[in-house]
């Protein structure tokens, strides 16, 4: 048997587009003759039309949602509190003990008061742990000359030259380079006999306060105004240097009855006087001094050799000559 053959057959184009169009028509109808395109839909069917429609559209995520990502919460969309920024303190300085090789001079560390009390007291503290307790009674001698203390500083500063005092050796073991000074007093007869001794032991205690950079004299001069029967008794204090037209400090004074403490009274006196010199000078005056402390340690724990070097220095400066 012989195979069949295919002979394709050629279909004119306007033929196969009314074909085409035909299927196209009869599909439609198949699919759409059920559905009523001209009655409007009931209120009923649009509701019903909006809301498949609003379920078929995807929802805008909450805020919630949006921190939280697979049940944990998203750091990066929290807002975090702003937390106030606080001031910077500037760093402290670091201490300088200087060379330690080297012989110290009175007047050490002074170039370091600048950087304040709190530093000068944690270098003199650093000294004294290091075993160098001379330089410590220095630099705790500049918390008080050298520096405005706060009352916490002062404190520490006063009780670290008390507690270092017994292991330092006296500054100057040469009479010859000490300075003089003199305690000038001005009172009538009726009290100078009681008031010499007084001066004297004063004098003795700056003297030893002073480790040795001061000599120190009294003098007493009687005023002719006042008779032995009369009250109270003027005394004026103040000191002096020991050459010709020597400067002198502001003179205080105070009144005493015969039985007041005279040796309380005139040791008040001195400190204040001393205070006051250097209330206007470029040291920081000595520290106000508790009324029952004994005078010699107020004078040692309160007022710095490099204060005593620098009273006994102005006192003694010759005047300059007239032009």
């Known amino acids: ?79 975090k509190p702003i937390e106030p920024s606080l001031p910077v303190e500037p760093p402290k300085p670091a201490i300088d003990p200087g060379n330690l090789s080297t012989s110290p001079t009175l007047d050490l560390y002074a170039d370091q008061a600048f950087k304040g009390a709190v530093y000068m007291v944690e270098l003199a503290s650093y000294l004294e742990t290091e075993g160098h307790l001379l330089r ?75 480790s040795g950079l001061l000599k120190v004299k009294t003098n007493i001069t009687v005023g002719k105004g006042q008779t032995l029967n009369q009250g109270a008794t003027p005394v004026a204090i103040w000191f002096s240097g020991d050459i010709k037209d020597a400067p002198a400090t502001e003179v205080l004074s105070f009144t005493a009855e015969d039985n007041d403490n005279l040796d309380l009274l005139t040791s008040q006196t001195l400190y204040s006087v001393l205070r006051s010199y250097f209330a206007r000078t470029t040291l920081t005056p000595p520290p106000q001094a508790p009324e029952n402390e004994p005078f010699l340690e107020t004078l040692q724990k309160r007022v710095t050799r490099l204060t005593w070097e620098r009273l006994g220095t102005a006192l003694n400066a010759k005047p300059e000559p007239n032009h």
Do not use: C, Y
Not at 9 to 14: F, G, N, Q, S, Y
Not at 44 to 51: G, S, T
Not at 138 to 148: F, N, Q
Not at 156 to 178: E, G, M
């Open 136 to 210: 410590s009674h220095l630099a705790w001698e500049r918390v008080l000359d050298s520096t405005k203390p706060e009352e916490e500083q002062l404190t520490a500063a006063v009780n670290a030259l008390k507690r270092l005092q017994p292991s330092i050796a006296k500054w100057n073991n040469d009479p010859a380079k000490s300075t003089t000074i003199v305690i000038q007093a001005g009172t009538g007869k009726k009290i100078t006999k009681k008031l010499k001794p007084i001066l004297e032991q004063a004098a003795k205690n700056i003297e030893t306060a002073s």
């Open 1 to 79: 048997m012989a195979p069949i053959q295919l002979v394709p057959v050629r279909i004119p184009i306007p033929l196969a587009i009314v074909l085409l169009l035909a299927l196209i028509a009869g599909i439609w109808w198949k699919e759409t003759r059920h559905f009523d395109f001209m009655t409007p839909p009931t209120p009923e069917k649009l509701a019903e039309i909006k809301k498949k429609t609003e379920l078929s559209l995807a929802a805008p995520p909450k805020v919630d949602d949006a921190i939280i990502v697979k049940g944990t919460l998203n750091p990066d969309l929290i807002q």
